[in-house]
């Protein structure tokens, strides 16, 4: 909800805080940038300390940036209170990936995983249409004032009934070279090409669907917010069955490579309609996004298949650079769009004072989403290795 909220808000923060798309790429920046940097540190220190103990304080964290950002005078404001929210929301995807490693077995690890991401779905559709009416209702700031309230409750619910891992009082922590670790998985030409790929399907799947895919559908079809948020809501309900579909289906036939392919060449055709042509039906944009919700379902198998390609020992690590990547895909893209629009505008103003923008501005910016998807289906296509949904220690393991 933190994530896709800002995305049924832009006129609102543009008319009060007096900025433009570019700035609201920058705050959106802001957020990513807060989540970037704690992939590593969060990695460490889930091995470390308690699992409740870190989920609660990140709650906490989420609460203070975002009450920070909904009482924001001005953009630099706006963005720390962005920052706050980001450090704080860095923890529990990379949590729930680090428990499900270690309460399940590996075999089970995508199908949850996938599971996992139908609640980041429907955390995205919550603050999407209800959040699209509260804003319309009440204003933005009291709407972020009630997200935060909302994450207090969860901080207290998760203290009160998540259990400490299985693992900690069995395994001692064994002090490794993080510098060793690092290049070991680094030096798995694997773990590169997972990581573009979950880069490039996360990062424009996400740019459009949080921040940018509501004002385009609203010029594009020019319809209401409150109704794009909620055409909108297909991509979200789409990825939030897709996600685990696409595990259960891997398992299934054994295989991952050709979930990633399709999923890759679906989010370039799907782009590619909505974008380039100039009317397209209103039963073709709902079959549209619910494909991209199929095309960013495909990264979850990035993670199952980058813990069966890296050794045991570093897999939390390699986990924590995957989940970089994708970070990285959105605090690289979500601002970059952003300046696109805004380098194609005439710099007209309304009446209000904000910047005015027409659909051609929006397909300008928004052309880098299906030329920056030609590079993930190159890569599954030839140079991502198929593992047969097993790790390959293990498979060394059996020929020994």
């Not at 424009?204 to 319809?223: D, E, H, M, S």
């Not at 895909?329 to 979500?334: A, D, E, K, R, T």
Request: overall charge neutral; charged content about 10%; aromatic content about 14%.
């Amino acid at each position: 909800m933190l994530q896709v909220a800002p995305g049924v808000m832009t006129s609102s923060l543009m008319s009060d805080l007096r900025i433009d798309y570019s700035s609201i790429g920058i705050i959106s920046f802001s957020y990513y940038w807060g989540i970037l940097l704690m992939q590593i540190p969060v990695g460490i220190l889930f091995d470390r300390f308690s699992s409740r103990n870190i989920l609660t304080i990140s709650c906490f964290a989420c609460f203070g940036g975002t009450l920070l950002f909904a009482v924001a005078p001005n953009l630099p404001f706006a963005c720390f209170g962005r920052f706050l929210a980001g450090v704080g929301s860095s923890f529990p995807f990379i949590g729930m990936l680090v428990l499900i490693m270690r309460w399940f077995s590996q075999d089970r690890f995508d199908y949850l995983s996938g599971f996992g991401q139908l609640f980041v779905a429907i955390g995205a559709i919550s603050g999407e249409l209800p959040m699209s009416l509260f804003v319309d209702c009440y204003g933005w700031r009291y709407a972020m004032i009630s997200l935060g309230a909302i994450g207090v409750i969860i901080a207290i619910v998760l203290y009160c009934l998540v259990s400490e891992d299985p693992s900690r009082n069995q395994q001692t922590i064994t002090k490794t070279s993080t510098l060793d670790s690092f290049k070991e998985v680094l030096n798995n030409d694997q773990t590169i090409c997972f990581c573009i790929y979950s880069l490039i399907i996360w990062g424009t799947c996400i740019a459009f669907a949080v921040l940018w895919g509501i004002p385009f559908l609203v010029k594009k079809l020019t319809i209401s917010t409150p109704k794009a948020a909620y055409m909108m809501a297909f991509f979200w309900v789409s990825f939030a069955i897709s996600s685990p579909l696409v595990g259960f289906l891997s398992n299934l036939q054994q295989k991952r490579k050709p979930l990633l392919i399709c999923a890759s060449i679906a989010g370039f055709v799907c782009f590619s309609v909505l974008i380039f042509i100039p009317v397209v039906p209103i039963y073709l944009v709902y079959f549209c996004l619910v494909g991209l919700g199929f095309a960013c379902s495909g990264q979850i198998l990035t993670f199952a298949m980058i813990t069966e390609n890296n050794n045991p020992k570093n897999t939390a690590l390699a986990i924590s650079l995957n989940n970089m990547a994708q970070i990285l895909g959105n605090v690289l893209f979500q601002p970059l769009i952003g300046y696109l629009i805004k380098l194609s505008s005439s710099g007209h103003l309304d009446t209000s004072g904000a910047p005015i923008y027409t659909i051609e501005d929006f397909t300008f910016g928004l052309t880098l989403l299906p030329v920056l998807l030609v590079i993930p289906i190159l890569t599954s296509c030839f140079f991502v290795k198929e593992t047969y949904c097993k790790s390959g220690y293990i498979k060394l393991a059996e020929e020994l």
